[in-house]
């Protein structure tokens, strides 16, 4: 599977989990990019080395491994944004 289609993928379950449309400019700014980049992220013209190295690295472990370091990330991430 191509990287596009794993945002394309992640992008319309974030919409079916949400039950809405998320425009990709929307989802840009959710996951800190331009618009422009997360729109050739989408059309497979840019595809980031260091987003293929985590992929390729979370490949390596367990489900329950996998977890635990995006629930890692995600509590790390809503500490930062609590301190702006």
Known sequence: ?????LIRGAHSLVEARE???????DMAGRVGVGYRTYLEYQRGTNAPLAMKALLNLLSLLNDQEILRVV?????????????K
């Open 19 to 25: 039950k809405k449309r998320i425009t990709q400019e």
């Open 71 to 83: 629930r890692e990330w995600d509590d790390k991430k809503g500490k930062l944004n609590e301190q």
């Open 1 to 5: 599977m191509e990287l596009k289609e």
